[in-house]
């Protein structure tokens, strides 16, 4: 054996105890979702007053007021403040609740936590990017998850299948 074969066999010892980070840092998400940090009075000039009292103020549409609710076309909703897509309308569905609901959100994307402005615990979800104010997931949804994520609609903007996504607000 030569200096050099014997060098990389120790470097590739060496190496062994880092395979199962380098394994984890390869199958983690190529990019993760940066916060937006926005100021409310920024957050203000941009939406309408519905939406912005909703999203940052944690407010509850009206049910059966959004036109999202029949929305039944093929492409994304996405959050009405940042533009970061939310769910897809494969996973639409009509709840009869009154709101657009959904069976799950695009991976990644939502952020949840408890909520006990009703006294019972719920749990609600906001934007992971934004941190706007989405609505509330519950365990009666269709299977096989069996969860409605029940969504404000003025918090979300649609976007038709073949149409472009708007970028991302900074």
């Known amino acids: 054996m030569n200096r050099r074969t014997l060098l990389r066999s120790l470097g590739a010892l060496a190496a062994l105890p880092l395979l199962p980070k380098l394994a984890a840092a390869a199958s983690a998400p190529a990019t993760a979702i940066a916060p937006l940090k926005k100021s409310l009075d920024e957050w203000q000039k941009l939406l309408s007053p519905a939406s912005f009292d909703v999203l940052f103020r944690e407010g509850t549409e009206r049910a059966f007021s959004s ?7 093929s492409g994304t909703f996405i959050c009405a403040a940042c533009y970061l897509p939310l769910f897809t309308s494969d996973n639409k569905f009509d709840s009869g609740t009154g709101w657009p609901s959904f069976t799950q959100p695009i991976t990644g994307h939502i952020a949840k936590k408890d909520d006990y402005k009703l006294i019972v615990r719920r749990t609600e979800y906001h934007c992971i990017r934004c941190g706007g104010h989405q609505g509330h997931v ?6 096989p998850r069996g969860e409605r994520w029940c969504n404000n609609g003025v918090a979300l903007n649609f976007v038709a299948k073949g ?8």
């Open 67 to 73: 036109p999202l609710n029949n929305e039944h076309h």
């Open 138 to 143: 519950f365990d009666d949804g269709p299977e």
């Open 163 to 170: 149409n472009p996504l708007p970028a991302l607000r900074s």
